[in-house]
């Protein structure tokens, strides 16, 4: 829909306004930015699982450390930490961890919210929508003391699993993680 306000309104300022061409300019520099977005958009496909899908990343056995964070797009703390964990998903990605973003933003903003922020932030992480609302149930599946409020970051291996209800800065996840190695 944007983009076809700013399609129209370059033509018709390119064809009645040919004096003014910062204006012409301006319009298709502003254009631009709109398709790469929207085509940055829908190059995304994101995961959506319900509880008992997603759950297969809770408990897997290999030799990986798992750091599993649960955000929203509306949640100021969880976007604030979350260059945190691309950080540490880059500078561990070659030492077998893996980060894991849960996305709890509710089904009907995907497209219109956090599809654009994984695209604005150009986010590296493994990003999974959890689409379950029988949150009731699965809030304690996942950790007994959950009490459902995020951030909240999960990190394990096969041998051993924190869980932590509290947001982090980039020393105290590394902190953390290399408690696992």
């Known amino acids: 829909m944007k983009l076809n306000v700013l399609i129209i309104g370059i033509i018709l300022m390119t064809s009645g306004c040919q004096k003014n061409k910062k204006t012409v300019e301006v319009l298709q520099e502003m254009t631009t930015e709109v398709v790469k977005k929207e085509m940055n958009v829908s190059n995304i496909e994101l995961e959506i699982y319900d509880y008992e899908g997603f759950s297969t990343y809770l408990d897997k056995t290999d030799d ?8 929203a797009t509306w949640c100021a703390p969880c976007v604030k930490e979350l260059p945190y964990f691309e950080k540490l998903n880059e500078n561990y990605k070659n030492q077998n ?14 497209d219109k919210n956090l599809k654009p922020f994984i695209a604005k932030k150009a ?3 493994k990003v999974i929508a959890l689409n379950d609302t029988n949150e009731n149930e699965w809030i304690s599946k996942i950790d007994k003391s959950w009490s459902g409020a995020i951030p909240a970051t999960i990190i394990y291996n096969k041998n051993q699993r924190k869980f932590f209800e509290r947001s982090f800065t980039y020393e105290e996840l590394e902190k953390e993680v290399k408690q696992f190695k």
């Open 123 to 125: 986010l590296k992480s």
């Open 64 to 71: 990986k450390v798992y750091v599993i964070n649960f955000w």
């Open 97 to 110: 961890v893996e980060v894991i973003l849960v996305s709890l933003d509710f089904p009907h903003v995907y």
